[in-house]
Nanobody, 126 residues
Framework: VQLQAFGGGLVQAGGSLRLSCAAS????????VGWFRQVPGKEREFVAA????????YYEDSVKSRFTISRDNAKNTVYLQMKSLKPEDTAVYYC????????????????????WGQGTQVTVSS
């Protein structure tokens, strides 16, 4: 599967953005998809993930009440709706996919997704 993330941009603190992760392939619903972010000089970190159906979701604690991950398998797209953005949310955001069941990924290695897209920059100004 090939992934492409887009939708980043510059937004003021308190604002909203929706990121999209578009995937190729006919069996997209078989893949768990996660969103991650990275700032220069720091390790990439987990943000949110969803299983193939979109029914199961997991979030990093700092975004749990502000971000929502969802998917539209008919469009081969996973979304990350981000609200109440903070300057510390500034990062390059990446999406990733894997056919391993999501519960296995999040309990063993949340970074262990096999397929990664290029990043999209999100900048939140104060």
């Amino acid at each position: 599967v090939q992934l492409q993330a887009f939708g980043g941009g510059l937004v003021q603190a308190g604002g909203s953005l929706r990121l999209s992760c578009a995937a190729s392939g006919r069996t997209f619903s078989s893949y768990a998809v996660g969103w991650f972010r990275q700032v220069p000089g720091k390790e990439r970190e987990f943000v949110a993930a969803t299983d193939g159906s979109g029914e199961a979701t997991y979030y990093e604690d700092s975004v749990k009440s502000r971000f929502t991950i969802s998917r539209d398998n008919a469009k081969n797209t996973v979304y990350l709706q981000m609200k109440s953005l903070k300057p510390e949310d500034t990062a390059v955001y990446y999406c990733a996919a894997d056919r391993t069941p999501l519960i296995v990924i999040v309990t063993t290695d949340p970074m262990g997704f096999s397929y990664w897209g290029q990043g999209t920059q999100v900048t939140v100004s104060s």
